[in-house]
């Protein structure tokens, strides 16, 4: 779902890209990052993320989102080259082959994507064996799921266990876990790792 005016200015802002920046850097530093050279962001808004890893650690970029206009803004600001790719993607409908990047990063993404199962199932096709997936963003409480997903149908809406359960049933491994924030709107950060295949039917 394409965000409102007011989110992109929130999403835009020099200090949200840096935060986003910290974040995953501290992810990385927990995996062996000699082992990763093909990366996909998820909902990469105006580039910040996906220009810093590939300057940073000379990674080969592919920052994706739903919204052409800030596609435009990144290509603007970073322009691109062999090894960032900046590209309009639904993350419920991937354009990439199967297994192609050994990490996929989502930020504060999924609770915009209303089909995000199937985002979750398009991420483990295009990630390697043993790949990676950060993936910070809120869950919600069932209570609030049941009021609201008859309601709010352009928006993601899931528990926490309900977004487990799709990490686990999509071959996803945790290797890392913390819930940042407490409270009705619980913040959690995931490394998970692909350990197996899932034969679709």
Same mark, same amino acid.
């Given at each position: 779902?394409?965000?409102?005016?007011?989110?992109?200015?929130?999403?835009?802002?020099?200090?949200?890209?840096?935060?986003?920046?910290?974040?995953?850097?501290?992810?990385?530093?927990?995996?062996?990052?000699?082992?990763?050279?093909?990366?996909?962001? !998820?909902?990469?808004?105006?580039?910040?993320?996906?220009?810093?890893?590939?300057?940073?650690?000379?990674?080969? !970029?592919?920052?994706?989102?739903?919204?052409?206009?800030?596609?435009?803004?990144?290509?603007?600001?970073?322009?691109?080259?062999?090894? +960032?790719?900046?590209?309009?993607?639904?993350?419920?409908? +991937?354009?990439?082959?199967?297994?192609?990047?050994?990490?996929?990063?989502?930020?504060?993404?999924?609770?915009?994507?209303?089909?995000?199962?199937?985002?979750?199932?398009?991420?483990?096709?295009?990630?390697?064996?043993?790949?990676?997936?950060?993936?910070?963003?809120?869950?919600?409480?069932?209570?609030?799921?049941?009021?609201?997903?008859?309601?709010?149908?352009?928006?993601?809406?899931?528990?926490?266990?309900?977004?487990?359960?799709?990490?686990?049933?999509?071959?996803?491994?945790?290797?890392?876990?913390?819930?940042?924030?407490?409270?009705?709107?619980?913040?959690?950060?995931?490394?998970?790792?692909?350990?197996?295949?899932?034969?679709?039917?």
């Amino acid at each position: 779902m394409a965000m409102t005016g007011f989110e992109k200015l929130f999403v835009n802002h020099q200090k949200k890209g840096d935060r986003n920046i910290e974040i995953v850097r501290n992810r990385l530093n927990s995996l062996n990052i000699q082992n990763i050279h093909d990366v996909l962001e !998820i909902g990469c808004g105006i580039g910040t993320l996906s220009a810093f890893l590939s300057s940073e650690y000379g990674m080969s !970029i592919y920052g994706t989102d739903f919204d052409p206009k800030q596609i435009r803004i990144a290509r603007e600001l970073y322009g691109e080259n062999d090894h +960032l790719h900046f590209r309009v993607e639904d993350a419920a409908n +991937l354009t990439f082959e199967d297994a192609s990047f050994d990490l996929v990063v989502s930020q504060d993404v999924f609770h915009h994507i209303a089909a995000w199962p199937q985002a979750i199932c398009e991420i483990a096709r295009v990630l390697r064996l043993e790949g990676h997936f950060i993936w910070v963003d809120m869950v919600f409480p069932s209570v609030i799921t049941k009021l609201f997903k008859p309601l709010v149908k352009a928006y993601g809406l899931y528990t926490f266990d309900e977004i487990w359960f799709e990490f686990w049933d999509n071959g996803f491994e945790e290797r890392v876990h913390e819930r940042q924030i407490h409270g009705p709107f619980a913040y959690h950060h995931f490394v998970l790792q692909k350990a197996c295949s899932i034969t679709q039917s």
